[in-house]
């Protein structure tokens, strides 16, 4: 079984600025990984980064990157240099070994001008 | 290339009546997922079809709901009996492999009256 928890149910940041959103989980698999998805109100789900537990190295797509850390289950996302367009839902979920996906409650991120 | 697709985009029905959501996913993608996604929530997983079998059915919520992808492509998701509390949006993705990034159609929001 998979158990995936967002604490921040809302965050906001300034233009340019960083921020980080938290996400913790279980699990009883040994293969698995981890994922945050981002949904703005068209509501198409979009993949930003996913991580593959096995590996320690963390992941980076340009200007978002996570902090994976195995031992505590967590699994936070950082975003550089915000812009308006990232103003959108975002999902932690994490996948069994054959992509049975199970995702948190979302928090809301809101970038300002 | 094309994502994956799902028709309608929005359905209104009737309590007690029959409703079918079909989702096309990107060609050649063998694994194929059904999630459904009540307001201000997370997805949460339906059903999971590896070509044309039915390999995890444990989120169907009762008998209620079919799903059927019978040449291993188009999948039909079906609710016999709506009740009101059905209405959710009604997504599906596609993979490459079970292993695979999943991709996401736009959703089909459904509402039982």
């Known amino acids: 079984a998979q158990t995936v928890t967002q604490s921040q149910p809302e965050m906001s940041v300034q233009e340019a600025e960083t921020v980080t959103l938290s996400c913790t989980y279980d699990?009883?698999?040994?293969?698995?990984?981890l994922f945050w998805y981002k949904q703005p109100p068209s509501r198409q789900m979009i993949l930003v980064i996913r991580q593959e537990a096995y590996k320690q190295q963390n992941a980076t797509e340009n200007r978002f990157s996570v902090n994976f850390q195995k031992a505590a289950k967590s699994f936070s996302l950082k975003i550089s240099d915000s812009q308006l367009g990232d103003t959108a839902m975002y999902f932690c979920?994490?996948?069994?070994?054959?992509?049975?996906?199970?995702f948190g409650q979302g928090t809301i991120l809101t970038v300002h001008p | 290339g094309a994502g994956v697709s799902q028709t309608p985009s929005n359905k209104v029905t009737e309590k007690g009546k029959y409703v079918e959501l079909r989702c096309d996913p990107i060609s050649g993608h063998t694994a194929l997922y059904w999630y459904r996604q009540s307001l201000g929530q997370g997805p949460e997983f339906l059903i999971y079809f590896q070509g044309t079998g039915a390999a995890d059915d444990s989120g169907l919520p009762n008998d209620r709901f079919f799903a059927v992808r019978p040449e291993g492509s188009v999948s039909t998701l079906k609710i016999q009996r709506t009740e009101r509390g059905d209405s959710a949006v009604y997504l599906c993705?596609?993979?490459?492999?079970?292993?695979?990034?999943?991709?996401f159609g736009p959703g089909t929001r459904l509402l039982v009256l």
């Open positions: 699990t009883s698999e040994n293969n698995y990984y």
């Open positions: 979920a994490s996948s069994t070994s054959y992509g049975k996906l199970t």
């Open positions: 993705a596609s993979s490459l492999t079970s292993q695979g990034t999943q991709y």
